[in-house]
């Protein structure tokens, strides 16, 4: 959305409106989408200038170049530009407040709904930064939040940004070893927690994991308490949230955040591989806001219009604050756009189960985008939820969903929800066809997109003028030079292959926060294809100069037309209803029991598929695997990850598969378990232990008779 979008109408497809604008102020016209991704990738100087102009951006000095250094890693953006991503929201908060749009609309299981003004978000924000300037915070210093997706989540993050220090979330379903595994390598400065979450219908205290985080950060000296459950809540030493937002009105009002290099750190993501640690992955704040506007509104066709007072777009995409999206959730604050967040449990609780609950919360507040996890959708259908009964749900236009693979079936169930939603609106006005006001004759719009916490982007997305085909998303993103590669680096059509990027993207990460040398970053996209391997876009060998090419861990077909599918993860990592998780880190966990002596986990994640993980434990002799074991072991996953990472079954197993060198071999036996021959996922003269393949394989069949799909 630019500030001053042109056409007449507001409802016209965002992508449309860019065209238009390429065509007058660039003289450039393009016959197709694909022409114009082609231009996008190939001339990323003219095409992320085209973005920076087009959304207006600002800055108090000029940039020098658009891509000034084009390798990866190591990319150079605009140099010379300063920018802060709250001085991009801040620019909102008088003609959306004047047009009369709210900045946040969020509510809890208990029905509290709250809605924040966009004056009053600032002067929180405000507020809060002057606090933690008043405590020392300065450029760099680390804000760890554990928080859940309440609107006080998004006020610290901005306020921490605004000063230029770094951010950092997980969430309060994560277990205190999770989180530390996490927080203890950034070394915050502050923490800010809560007591407690409502989910499932329960309240659940985390007053005293808060008390171990911060006895186990040391670097922690300041404490920022959120009473989410208990508005009196406090800890010994801690500040209480109401106190931390007490603050001069003159100062406040007076506030500014600060100008930053283009690259400066915005925030701290995490990204679990198969080993070590989670991934502290660092990204800056003016390549996480050029690509957030041109993801959120081109492909997601998010906007809004200040000069139309009747239109307004409420923006939902449900959340985890361990996820990504929540991280997109908040990017809508950078067109101007209302968010509206919902904190509990979608499926309501273990005694009263209720898919509906999310969609009436829709209903409620007249949301215009609805995103949710690809589960969500399946659930719903699953769960027989009936959309025409659950409330006003005329003001959906767009549905969006990610994390895993969508299937056909549960696209086509969606959009049959809501065609009868739009013959019952028809009926009860007496007409015989109910002209949409946005798209008059198309059924709903199904937002596909496949992205990453790695980039906190996608690569793979929506595009409101191409056609829908169920089970596929419509187009590559504008600006991502994405292709599906053989494992030799040859581009494949109408194949699977690995998802790759051969040419930079803005918001890749600066580094990783820690890594001497840039060894685990390098080793977590570019060891499989390295600098110098295969081809620019269009055509023309790479070169050595050209950098690596970023290969995702994501199984890709592009068809002849440039939509796409996701088959799900080509590597071993965890991916629970779009939550990464590295095998390492529940092995810590379960491998911590006296009980077991070795284990391992595979997600079988694929093509839309329900998620299914088994875990495979070695224990010692004499020991049998019952029920108090299962109970242990699941106990023992939720107390140090979360209850999204408990596998589906568990079985007792004589030896886990290993190389010669030690390493299980947890992706031949994923693959092997989806369907392929071992004599093409194992080479059994590289294990140690070749002979323990048999109960695998045995069970791989009868796992497929049982599972024929």
Not at 131 to 136: I, M, T, Y
Not at 216 to 232: I, M, R
Not at 574 to 579: K, S, T
């Amino acid at each position: 959305m630019t500030m001053s979008p042109p056409g007449p109408a507001p409802f016209r497809p965002q992508m449309t409106l860019y065209r238009e604008w390429l065509q007058r102020e660039r003289g450039l016209a393009f016959d197709s989408y694909d022409a114009l991704w082609r231009w996008s990738v190939t001339d990323l100087d003219a095409f992320w200038q085209s973005i920076w102009d087009y959304f207006e951006l600002q800055s108090p000095t000029p940039h020098t170049a658009v891509l000034a250094r084009n390798t990866m890693p190591g990319a150079q953006w605009f140099p010379g530009a300063q920018v802060n991503y709250v001085q991009q929201v801040f620019r909102h908060v008088q003609p959306a407040h004047q047009a009369g749009f709210a900045a946040w609309i969020s509510c809890n299981e208990k029905g509290q709904q709250r809605e924040l003004s966009w004056p009053e978000l600032r002067r929180q924000v405000a507020a809060l930064a002057l606090h933690l300037r008043a405590q020392g915070v300065q450029r760099g210093d680390r804000v760890a939040a554990y928080l859940p997706n309440i609107p006080e989540a998004t006020i610290a993050f901005l306020a921490t940004a605004s000063l230029g220090a770094v951010w950092s979330l997980c969430a309060p379903d994560m277990g205190t070893h999770a989180v530390l595994d996490r927080f203890k390598q950034i070394e915050p400065k502050v923490l800010i927690a809560c007591d407690g979450v409502s989910y499932g219908g329960r309240d659940h205290d985390r007053l005293p994991v808060v008390a171990e985080l911060r006895q186990a950060l040391p670097s922690v000296q300041h404490l920022v308490l959120h009473g989410n459950l208990d508005p009196a809540a406090s800890l010994p030493g801690a500040t209480p949230w109401a106190q931390a937002l007490l603050g001069d009105d003159a100062a406040t009002a007076a506030f500014e955040p600060e100008w930053l290099p283009f690259d400066h750190p915005l925030w701290i993501v995490y990204s679990s591989g198969t080993t070590g640690l989670p991934k502290p992955i660092v990204h800056g704040h003016g390549g996480t806001v050029v690509v957030a506007l041109a993801l959120k509104t081109l492909h997601n066709d998010i906007g809004c219009s200040y000069e139309a007072n009747s239109w307004g777009e409420r923006y939902h995409w449900y959340s985890s604050t361990g996820w990504v999206m929540w991280n997109a959730q908040v990017s809508g604050l950078l067109s101007g756009t209302t968010c509206v967040t919902y904190d509990g449990n979608p499926g309501g609780s273990r005694d009263k189960p209720d898919w509906a609950t999310l969609w009436r919360f829709a209903a409620e507040t007249g949301v215009t985008f609805f995103g949710a996890g690809a589960a969500f959708f399946a659930n719903c259908m699953k769960a027989g939820v009936d959309l025409p009964s659950v409330g006003d749900l005329s003001a959906v236009r767009a549905l969006g969903t990610t994390g895993s693979p969508l299937s056909e079936d549960v696209q086509r169930w969606g959009t049959a929800q809501f065609r009868q939603l739009r013959q019952a609106r028809a009926a009860a006005a007496g007409q015989p066809e109910l002209r949409e006001a946005y798209a008059p004759e198309a059924d709903i719009w199904w937002c596909n997109i496949s992205g990453g916490t790695d980039f906190a982007g996608a690569f793979i997305g929506g595009n409101r003028e191409l056609p829908q085909v169920p089970g596929q998303m419509q187009c590559r993103m504008l600006g991502s030079a994405v292709e599906a590669w053989s494992e030799q680096g040859q581009p494949v059509q109408g194949e699977v292959g690995e998802l790759i990027c051969s040419q930079p993207i803005p918001s890749m990460p600066l580094f990783f926060w820690g890594d001497e040398g840039g060894r685990r970053y390098l080793s977590s996209y570019f060891d499989m294809y390295p600098a110098g391997h295969g081809r620019r876009p269009g055509g023309g060998d790479a070169g050595p100069e050209a950098g690596g090419v970023w290969r995702h861990g994501d199984w890709l077909r592009i068809g002849a037309d440039g939509a796409c599918v996701i088959y799900g993860r080509s590597d071993a990592t965890i991916n629970r209803h779009g939550l990464r998780m590295g095998t390492s880190e529940l092995y810590s966990a379960v491998e911590a029991l006296p009980e077991v002596l070795d284990s391992m986990v595979v997600d079988l994640e694929y093509l839309g598929r329900d998620s299914y993980m088994p875990l495979f434990v070695v224990l010692r002799e004499g020991l049998s695997l019952d029920e108090a074991m299962r109970h242990r072991l699941n106990e023992a996953v939720k107390v140090a990850l979360s209850p999204r990472f408990v596998p589906d079954e568990i079985f007792q197993v004589a030896e886990i598969p290993r190389t010669l060198t030690g390493k299980k071999q947890e992706l031949p036996i994923k693959k092997l378990l989806l369907g392929q021959p071992i004599e093409k996922v194992i080479n059994k003269d590289a294990m140690a232990n070749a002979a323990c393949l048999d109960w695998y394989v045995d069970f791989a069949a009868r796992r497929a008779a049982a599972h024929p799909a």
